[in-house]
């Protein structure tokens, strides 16, 4: 399947680990669509590890646990698909999942199409217990050929974290995402880890193969699985808005079913939301003129605007700026630019060619800005 944007949904992991059921999947789909997340754009329900009997069928068969899904997967499929959304599942590139489950090593054409008879439209495909012989590549080539050919349109999202150099061949294997990154914790420092991780390689991801920098951990203020400290509302922001701007899939991971009204605000940001789904697809960049820790995050957008987010991961203050000419306008072009921060509403225009921010620590201002007559 080629994808234009970057995927949105919402995956069990973070919160229910190996606590899943129907029962989570029908309520939290109802949350989906009750609490308006749907029509922000979310729209893929992923089961992740843990969903499957510890052996495999008579046929040799992947069986879900029939103690947490007692109708089958079919079932699970046709309930989410009669709300609208569509339907992920998760298995692995080596010889058990990362929970000790079966995976599809050696089995990857009968598990696709496995999948696809089930009516899944996405596979999460992990990376633990791999072989030593084993060529990475190699496996998610396997799967990917197996996808493409099972006869339904199954999003390929590759989980080998970065590892192995994944970046210089995941875009040989037919994955639409790829994890470039370890796996997220419920922390600030984890949020910080991960968008400097993106440094070096972001000309890697885009349009055909989007850069996966994890799923989401706003809103489980400590709560769940990889819950730890949790991070407070102003960091849980940057970390949405980093994703955004940087193009990344946006997979919820709170419990969608209890929301607080902050988080919901968070997660559907309609205008970051439109930056992270621009039509034109241009890859963002990342300016680190003053230090690691103050980074500004730029993207192009289809209509001629730009979006500028400065960002401070530092703990101290800081103040930050940019100038248009950088952004491509130059003085000489008679135009300068402005635009509204995305959280606020504050209005930016830029004085003498230069946009400042002035940033708390641990936040963030991201603009959408308009080229506009000086
Ligand atoms: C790995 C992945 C996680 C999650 C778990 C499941 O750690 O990176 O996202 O899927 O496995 O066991």
Redesign the pocket.
Known sequence: MIKNTPPMGWNT?NTFAENISEELIFSSVDAIVSSGLKDAGYEYVVI??CWACRERGEDGRLVPDPKKFPHGMRYVADYIHSKGLKFGI?SCAGLL???AYPSSYDREFLDAETFAGWGVDFL?Y?Y?HKPLSADGANLYRRMGLALAGCGRDILFSA?S?GADETHEWIGTTGANMW?STG?IVDTWESVRELIKRQYDILPYGGVGCFNDM??LIVGMHGKGHVGLKGCTDDEYRVHFAAWCLLASPLMIGCDVRNMDETTYSILTNRELIAIQQDARGARPYICRNFTDDVPVIIRQLANGDIACGFFNLSDAPANTWYAADDLGVPSISGRTLCGKELYTGETLRAVNGILFASLPPHSCKVYRLRVVAK
Do not use: E, G, S, V
Request: charged letters at 45%; glycine letters at 0%.
């Open positions: 992991w992740d590890d998760y999942t990362c929970a999460k992990d633990c989980c974290w994890r796996d994890d799923m």
